[in-house]
């Protein structure tokens, strides 16, 4: 026990002297993220912003993230009771902030108000989704379908072309498809409720049945789909967010994406923990990822600006001008009509959530033996 | 101050007595041995199996049991990981033995590379393997490739997604650890016994059954429980080709997944039951497996037959044959971690070093805390497993036959059930420290220490038996306390022994994900914590690179354990 006592006084008396250091500086000199965002995006962005410290308030950040899919990163702000251990929640559904923000444990997000009033506050149609809260408990920070990936090569050899959804159920698919399932995975989540709130309950389920009777893969988290797509294991990947495939072309394999009718665009949610160890370096983060210097960051990974007033553009070969390439041609989410029939107050209830992934669970992942039998 | 209970029996003198001047110190040092094993073994059990039996609120109820007991997807899980566990022991086992027998008993060209050769596969971090074995078999692997593109095949052969992905994974890594028990039982029957046998007309098949097999058994069923153990707790490399119904996957799934607090209640009622599991099995094996049997006296010199020029052949055809197939993975690991872009092409066809660069030049950090957090862990085993050893075998301490159950014990303990039991024991902060211990990041060193310990223990205990007594009593006769005795008379002529029994430690914690993956603090990520964040990150190429230069560490290791451990592990054969 002896060393305990040790170890307890000196981790105290690094705490004191943490703390006392940090007091004295701009933002402190730690910053610790929990987000589904993949490390594509996320690596980046934490360097940018610990140069921008450097350079700001000659502050020599450590960053870190813990790379959690938004289910699981949720329920651990939700386990931490307001002790988080991280700084930052970045990612996912706005639903699933509407909740942490009730329980009490966010903070409200402090950037100038000019800044905040260039978001517009909802984009697509019939149905609106809203790009921050209008109660400042978190903002929107670039904006990404979720669509689908595939492999040209091997569609080739099958002889299947995919433009929309309904291509994933042809059977000449059969073992080829590669999902994650919605209870890992927020990507997966909300494409499951676009195909719910499309074709209704009872039709969404014989859908989703269908596309797992083509599945060959149930991964084990979202990232392995572009993965597994790219390497040539699966033909085809469902609700891949487009910088993870965009990511994929950067690191030189030969995929392609498509983004179907009415698939879920998300805002990237991102909002300060209540009783973050490090606010205002949290605080600090937010404004600098809407900055232009962030927003031109991003753009070059294959997600697009959160306002209408930047656009994907860079110099020739650049880049921002390959993602343009990449996802056929667009610039802004604002120069075009954003189809969407995702209604947030349905499907970000919890009771729906539990619903769903149960459902799933019972009805398509116990079975699927099964169901790739029939 | 000296308590000097002496209760000097008749003819005691040989034995260790029961109470050998105790100093006080001494008792300390036992009190604290057992401290620890109460505070970062017994107690994180103790909690795993009170929240399992308990509710949120803290109310007695066997409902979560009842709700695993009565789910047929549990049930199913349960079957699945009990067959794969038997059928990569039955494999093993049939690998195993058969390698053991050749390299022990016959001797062919190249025996002594092929017994170098055959442990290497054991130098395999979780999901390395797997990774390693997709990019050759999988789907569009270098072999499924070659069929399709240049033999006509319409459809790639599905060698990996399924169980007997999970099952050839599993035995061409864990075949050596079934050797080595083999030949560690083997290596301890005399050839007078052999002799003695044939005299009497014991031979063949009959010696078989009357001297090898029953004197071969305790090995033989450590080993087994070994592999079974590992493939139990195993999640990794069932996830990735796609097997999500199996105890151990179940267990991490639910467990990291925080939403539903249903299913995270299950995640730790299922360790639960998978450490209830390995207890039972420990128990039903207890008759062969104890510490004091990992020990090796004396290995006897082996006449090697000779074998004829045609079995020579086959012996040498049989090896390559399974060394082929256990470095598959490597050859895997290497070319995906040097190959940009690879994808439906037999190897890549553009070669980086910016996947090394990426995890060795811009972000030490995994492999600094992967060394550091080693060495440290080896360190308190040595500081906790030398002293238990001694212990056991110089003192007569009561509790010191629990030590060594709860050190077997350890063995059988799957790294989930243990990582899942320290993430419900620490979390609340200790009575006297500000943090709790999952927030900082020595409770890595810790349990990969705890994990670790059964190795330095066996080590230690093995060169321990062969000190004579009487060393230590001449120096004890001549005025030398029992400290100082332990110093200069028996210290060096175990610590062979004992750095042997670290390094194998060093190895083992090297490469340790199961635990470390839940108790993982941001900011301090070793290695396999590193491949798994990278391959889970969709940065499968950074994955390979990490786990390439992690087993090329691992080979150093253990080539530095051949050269150290000499002729007594024989290079571990002889």
Redesign the interface.
Known sequence: MKRFALFAAISVAVFFCLAGISSAQAIENEFYLITPVSKDVHDPVLKAFAAYAKKRWNVDLKTSAMPQGTPVAYGQILEWKGKPRADVFWGGEGTLFDNLAREGLLEKVQVPDKMWNEIPAEIGKPVGLPLKDPKKFWVGTMLEPYGIIYQPKLLKRLGVEIKDWDDLLNPKLKGQIAQCTPDRSSSSHASYEVILQTYGWEKGWEWLKKLAANTGIFTARSRDVPNVVSKGEFAVGFAVPSYMAFAEVLNGYDVKYVFPKNAYVTPEPMAVLKGAPHPKAAHAFIEFLLSEEGQKLVSAMGVYPITPKYKVQGAPGSNQEKAVAFTGGMRSFFDIPVGNVYNADTAGQKKRIEEVNSYFRKEIAEKHKEIIKK | MTLNVKTDKAGAANKPRIWPDVHAGGLVGYALLW?FFIVFLIYPLIRLFYDSFTTDEGIFTLANFHSFFTD??YLRSLMNSMLLGVGTVITTSIIGIAVAFLLLRYDFPGRRLFSYLTIIPMIMPPLVGVMGF?FIL???GTVNVILQDYCGFQQPVNFM?GIHGVLLVETLHLFPLMTLSIVDAMGKISPSLDEAAESVGSRGFRKFFDITFPLTTPGYVTGALLVFIWTFADFATP??V?I?DLLASQAY?NI?????RRL?KMGIVISAIMVILAILFLIIAKKYVSIKDYSSLSYTQIERKRLSPPLQAGAVAFLTFILVFAFIPYFGIALDSFG?????TPIPV?YTLQYFERVSVETPKFILNSLLYSAISVMICIAVGVPVAWAMLRTRLPGREVLDSLTTLILALPGTGIGIAYMRAFREP?P????ALI??W?VIPIVLAVRRLPYTVRGTFASLLIVHRSFEEAAESVGATKMKTFRDVTLPLIWKGVLTGSLYSFILALQEASATLLLVV??HEMMTVGIF??Y??????EAAALGFILIILGAACLFLINRLAGSKMGGVFG
Do not use: E
């Not at chain 2, 990291?256 to 539903?260: G, I, M, P, R």
């Not at chain 2, 940009?340 to 439906?344: E, I, Q, V």
């Not at chain 2, 006297?432 to 943090?435: P, T």
């Open positions: 401290a047929a997807f997709v999988g789907r569009a997604y996830l990735v796609g999500d799934l990291v997944q925080f939403v539903d995270f940009k872009g690879w994808a439906l553009k200790f006297f420290m500000s943090i927030g900082l020595v941001p900011g964040n990278f889970i990150g969709g940065s499968v190429n």
